[in-house]
């Protein structure tokens, strides 16, 4: 069975320091910045969607690139390897994968002709003209969208940054430790409520 984390509905109190966590500990290591997983609310509860790192990953199935693969129990993304085409989104039975812009710091905004004297003397917080044939060719320089998982912060020896730093403990890592100790427990509690048998 695959490793995901998921989150107790009943404990979290939508924060979204899981969200903050995730965010800041991927730009650190230089991945995208957007968090891998999204606190929903409705007018009960708040809960993280996360990831399931499902064992049959329909997202890897449809990925035309090959860019979702299994390993070390997880279903890791390539970001370099995406090409937007968000297949892997829409077969997510979670919604757990969305898309975000990926572009290199400090570039100009936007490009309204092909040279880049042209780009850099226009002012950048002016939305173009759609009326210019230019805008129509207009295009931004070096941003694509990539799909964004959870990728169980695999570059941390700690472990996700969510589950670490969340302060209600609501999210916890699944595997096949966690239940075997979970199922443990359980026979431990059932042992000591049960009454004594008699010989």
């Not at 989150?7 to 109190?13: A, L, N």
């Not at 903050?20 to 991927?26: D, F, P, V, Y």
């Not at 039975?93 to 812009?101: C, E, K, M, V």
Request: proline share 8%.
């Amino acid at each position: 069975m695959n490793r995901f984390v998921i989150g107790d509905p009943k404990d979290c109190i939508g924060c979204n320091t899981c969200m903050a966590a995730c965010s800041e500990t991927h730009k650190a290591f230089g991945l995208q910045s957007f968090p891998r997983l999204q606190v929903m609310r409705n007018d009960d509860v708040t809960v993280p969607i996360l990831c399931r790192h499902c064992d049959d990953s329909p997202c890897a199935t449809v990925c035309p690139v090959n860019a979702i693969t299994h390993k070390d129990d997880t279903i890791q993304l390539n970001e370099s390897l995406c090409i937007g085409c968000k297949l892997c989104g829409i077969a997510c039975p979670f919604g757990a994968i969305s898309q975000h812009g990926s572009g290199p710091i400090d570039s100009p905004t936007y490009y309204e002709h092909f040279t880049f004297t042209d780009a850099v003397s226009r002012d950048v917080r002016v939305s173009p003209d759609n009326s210019n044939l230019n805008d129509m060719l207009a295009w931004q320089p070096g941003v694509k969208a990539i799909a964004i998982k959870c990728d169980l912060c695999y570059f941390r020896p700690e472990g996700p940054a969510c589950v670490q730093t969340c302060p209600t403990k609501t999210l916890f890592i699944i595997s096949d430790e966690s239940i075997e100790q979970a199922n443990k427990r359980k026979r431990e509690m059932a042992m000591m409520n049960s009454p004594a048998i008699p010989r």
